[in-house]
């Protein structure tokens, strides 16, 4: 599997961004599709994810209201959109895939897209 991640750039906060991830090759054994944020000298975390079929989500409480993620399964494609974003929210996010159903942790995600940066300023 072949994560493409794309969308990041600047925007002032309150603004709003929509991040893609564009999934090719063996998406059969996809089960969902999270995303991921690292801001600078901080760990990874856990955003959100959704279910390979598009019928269930799931979401950090950090962006809860504020974040919403989608899926095109026609184009394997799926979607962040941000909304109200905060400086906090600056981050190098990630998009990944996983044989599990909407798991948090990392370790639970087998393919990772490359990162793009989203930075909000104040």
């Known amino acids: 599997v072949q994560l493409q991640a794309s969308g990041g750039g600047l925007v002032q906060a309150g603004g709003s961004l929509r991040l893609s991830c564009a999934a090719s090759?063996?998406?059969?054994?996809?089960?969902?599709m999270g995303w991921f944020r690292q801001a600078p000298g901080k760990e990874r975390d856990f955003v959100g994810a959704i279910s390979w079929s598009g019928g269930s989500t799931y979401y950090a409480d950090s962006v809860k209201g504020r974040f919403t993620i989608s899926k095109v399964s026609a184009k394997n494609t799926v979607y962040l959109q941000m909304n109200s974003l905060k400086p906090e929210d600056t981050a190098v996010y990630y998009c990944?895939?996983?044989?599990?159903?909407?798991?948090?942790?990392?370790?639970?995600?087998?393919?990772w897209g490359q990162g793009t940066l989203v930075t909000v300023s104040s």
């Open positions: 090759g063996r998406t059969f054994s996809i089960y969902s």
């Open positions: 990944a895939a996983s044989g599990e159903f909407l798991p948090t942790s990392q370790r639970s995600y087998d393919y």
